[in-house]
């Protein structure tokens, strides 16, 4: 099992998008079943661009990050799906 980090030359949304998503496969593949409920329950450490990533695992987004990004309306943009699913992926989130 490899360990989740962050890739370091990427912008800081796709950054987070990314250990996001490692991570959630890890929880997966160490309880499948979602039967640990102290699993959840992680410590994360972090400085500078390590602690902003860091941050918005736990944190949750809202539609305050697309809102800095664009006026308009997610669902309203017209984007190609595989975009539009990066766009959400990085902008919305909850721990």
């Known amino acids: 099992m490899s360990k989740p980090e962050y890739p370091t030359g990427e912008p800081f949304l796709q950054s987070a998008s990314i250990l996001r ?3 959630q ?3 997966h593949q160490v309880d499948p ?5 102290e699993l959840s329950e992680a410590v994360f450490v972090g400085r500078s661009m390590g602690g902003l990533i860091s941050k918005m ?3 949750e987004s809202e539609n305050d990050i697309w809102n800095a990004i664009s006026k308009g309306r997610f669902d ?3 984007l190609e ?11 919305f ?3």
């Open 93 to 95: 989130f909850q721990p």
């Open 25 to 27: 496969q890890l929880h």
């Open 57 to 59: 695992q736990v944190t």
């Open 21 to 23: 998503h490692q991570l």
């Open 33 to 37: 079943y979602e039967a640990d409920d």
């Open 76 to 78: 309203e943009v017209v």
């Open 81 to 91: 799906s595989s975009v539009r699913r990066k766009m959400a992926e990085a902008s």
